[in-house]
């Protein structure tokens, strides 16, 4: 198998410590790529204390080292410009819980930029917060601003409302090529118990609900 690359972005502290798990299978074994792993930040706030060079690469890079994964590179950029790598450079691009922490300018020119990058026939994959369409119950439109609002989440909301396919149409992607699909989180049983409801919404406070979009180039 050929030697694969994959691009994972972070905002503040939203993703890059688990850019780590993407580069290895279950169980524990690397897997045949070369992962870069990019985060924004200068510094991050911890317990209201301002913490300075780069933490979240620190510790990204810490967590990789912990699970014995070499293949991953950590650089401090921002990803509304890829211009350090050339065109179709990457097979594999991916944000995890990220679009969320930007803005409404910022969110085309990170899906852009990840399309110039994206190699043919590779893949783009975002993880992230669900649109509000017709089929979502009002109440959990009304539970999720209500989250977004005391959790500090000033570009949440507005997010929702975001048309993501467009948005990934209008970089260069083919209609026919995008995909959506629904992620739940895993509870631990031995920490929460079973809720009469073992459907696939969000169960809030215990099992997160993620929307999962992207297409194939």
Known sequence: MDRRTFMAA???SATLGS??????KKPIEPINADVTGIDRARASFLMKKACFDAPVLRYGHARAKALGA???????????????WPDEYFDWVQTTIFLHETSGTALPKIINEGYRTLAKG???FHLEQPAYT???????QFIRDWDAFNNNE???SSMHAIDLNAAMTDAGFDADSLFEAHVKAVVDREVFPATADSGETEDHGRAAAWHAFGAWK
Do not use: V
Request: aromatic share 14%; glycine share 2%.
């Open 134 to 140: 017709d089929a979502m119950p009002l109440y959990e």
């Open 19 to 24: 850019t780590a798990t993407h580069a290895y």
């Open 122 to 124: 590779g893949l783009m």
């Open 154 to 156: 000033p570009f949440w």
């Open 10 to 12: 972070s905002a503040l």
């Open 70 to 84: 070499d293949n991953i590179t950590f650089i401090q950029h921002n990803a509304e410009d890829l211009s350090r």
